[in-house]
T-cell receptor
Framework: DQQVKQNSPSLSVQEGRISILNCDYT??????FLWYKKYPAEGPTFLIS?????DKNEDGRFTVFLNKSAKHLSLHIVPSQPGDSAVYFC?????????FGAGTRLTVKP | DAGVTQSPTHLIKTRGQQVTLRCSPK?????VSWYQQALGQGPQFIFQ???????QRGNFPDRFSGHQFPNYSSELNVNALLLGDSALYLC????????????FGSGTQLSVL
């Protein structure tokens, strides 16, 4: 059951521009959302999270937006850098059974 | 501060064999979760161990079992391997709390021939 969906398998942006990665979920019981970044041959690395009581959370160049009514969240990266090129996973929790999307491969071109 | 460590990094087995994967959690973490990541997919939750007990289980058959030791390290065992078990197996550790964040190891790449 695909409770967390990332419908764009890949995204390519120019260095310095904004990257927007999207994620949809179906389970209204999810109350905590996270984004992970994964480089080849490494495990996913935590990037940023947001609780369902908020609609926005910022950390430097990374901002996550949550639209609970639409069951949609997005990750904005501004400005994008070549080092941001990786696979980004959206994850949703209740805690003990974190569900991941299939990932979006972001390529930032110099 | 060592992060999550997994061993081995790569493993090749044949159908029907059994395999054991190992994980040491990040220092200070007490909970270990195991995930299976097939090619082109996101990590799929297998189970979670806390206080040496399986606390939650995903939609995986009983061929998948695990164990957590008093030092919080963990093992994942898979019996009667199938070709479809070929995947990257990720261990993640966390400290149980309201804002539980998973810290992942680099994974064990299992190939079943």
């Amino acid at each position: 059951d695909q409770q967390v969906k990332q419908n764009s398998p890949s995204l390519s942006v120019q260095e310095g521009r904004i990257s927007i990665l999207n994620c949809d979920y179906t389970n209204s019981m999810f109350d905590y959302f996270l984004w992970y970044k994964k480089y080849p041959a490494e495990g996913p690395t935590f990037l940023i999270s947001i609780s369902s009581i908020k609609d926005k959370n910022e950390d430097g160049r990374f901002t996550v937006f949550l639209n609970k009514s639409a069951k949609h969240l997005s990750l904005h990266i501004v400005p994008s850098q070549p080092g941001d090129s990786a696979v980004y996973f959206c994850a949703a929790s209740p805690l003990r059974d974190m569900r991941f999307g299939a990932g979006t491969r972001l390529t930032v071109k110099p | 501060d060592a992060g999550v460590t997994q061993s081995p990094t790569h493993l090749i087995k044949t159908r029907g064999q059994q395999v054991t994967l190992r994980c040491s959690p990040k220092s200070g973490h007490d909970t270990v979760s195991w995930y299976q990541q097939a090619l082109g997919q996101g990590p799929q939750f297998i189970f979670q161990y806390y206080e040496e007990e399986e606390r939650q289980r995903g939609n995986f058959p009983d061929r998948f079992s695990g164990h957590q030791f008093p030092n919080y390290s963990s093992e994942l065992n898979v019996n009667a391997l199938l070709l479809g078990d070929s995947a990257l197996y990720l261990c993640a550790s966390s400290f149980r709390g309201p804002d539980e964040k998973l810290f992942f190891g680099s994974g064990t790449q299992l190939s079943v021939l």
